[in-house]
């Protein structure tokens, strides 16, 4: 299977700013998801925004999804340092298991 | 809240190796699952098990074996490591598929070294 794209690849910015991370993916879904991994540990869940959804929120967290783009992006108001992650989307497209992009690496400078 | 841990943070294995990676999971999931993690190449599906006994080959699996005999246990296993099998290995689980969609929980991973 194919996996989706993130973009950019890696990203620093100020604590304070905004970041915004793309996804883009090529088959179609049920719904796409946005996951967060810390250095050297496993993936905490996010957000989940179902394919006939535009735009979901969740605390600091916005999330928009263009199925005609086929594309979703990650926007992170107001980032803190404890944002500095990597950040992953993964395509749930009826199959058991999800695709996962290749991820998002954030830096967030104090 | 969903616990899934691995039995190792840390392995070294020599090439030849038969190496067993395990996952438990307690939440009373259907799905597991094992991926591996490489810089620039993000997750890549190596086998997932729907049911205990039951297994379905990912992206990758060439290399691998896997095993479930038990609900909340999956294993992954590595009959002869080699040095191109060094990874971060990670396991998940989930519910069967049902509405509103299926989000997965992982475990805190497994980086081994193959030398």
């Known amino acids: 299977s194919q996996q989706g794209e993130e973009d950019p690849q890696a990203l620093s910015i100020q604590e304070g700013e905004n970041a915004t991370m793309n996804c883009s993916y090529k088959?179609?879904?049920?719904?796409l998801q946005w996951y967060r991994q810390n250095s050297g540990r496993g993936l905490v869940h996010l957000i989940l925004?179902?394919?006939?959804?535009r735009e979901k929120h969740s605390g600091r967290l916005r999330v928009t999804l263009d199925t005609s783009k086929k594309s979703s992006s990650l926007l992170i108001t107001a980032s803190r340092a404890a944002d500095t992650a990597s950040y992953f989307c993964?395509?749930?497209?009826?199959?058991?298991?999800?695709?996962f992009g290749s991820g998002t690496r954030l830096q967030v400078q104090p | 809240d969903v616990k899934v841990t691995q039995s190792s943070r840390y392995l070294v294995k020599r090439t030849g190796e038969k190496v067993f990676l395990e996952c438990v999971q307690d939440?009373?999931?259907?799905?597991m699952f094992w991926y591996r993690q490489d810089p620039g190449l993000g997750l890549r599906l190596i086998y997932f098990?729907?049911?205990?006994?039951?297994?379905e080959k990912g992206d990758i699996p060439e290399g691998y074996s896997v095993s479930r005999e038990k609900k909340e246990r999956f294993s992954l296993i590595l009959e002869s490591a080699s040095t191109n099998q060094t990874s971060m290995y990670l396991c998940?689980?989930?519910?069967?598929?049902?509405?509103?969609?299926?989000?997965?929980?992982f475990g805190p991973g497994t980086r081994l070294t193959v030398t």
């Open positions: 098990s729907y049911d205990v006994k039951m297994k």
């Open positions: 939440m009373d999931h259907e799905n």
């Open positions: 993964a395509e749930d497209t009826g199959r058991r298991a999800l695709t």
């Open positions: 998940a689980s989930s519910l069967l598929r049902g509405q509103g969609g299926v989000r997965q929980y």
């Open positions: 088959t179609s879904i049920n719904n």
């Open positions: 925004i179902r394919s006939n959804e």
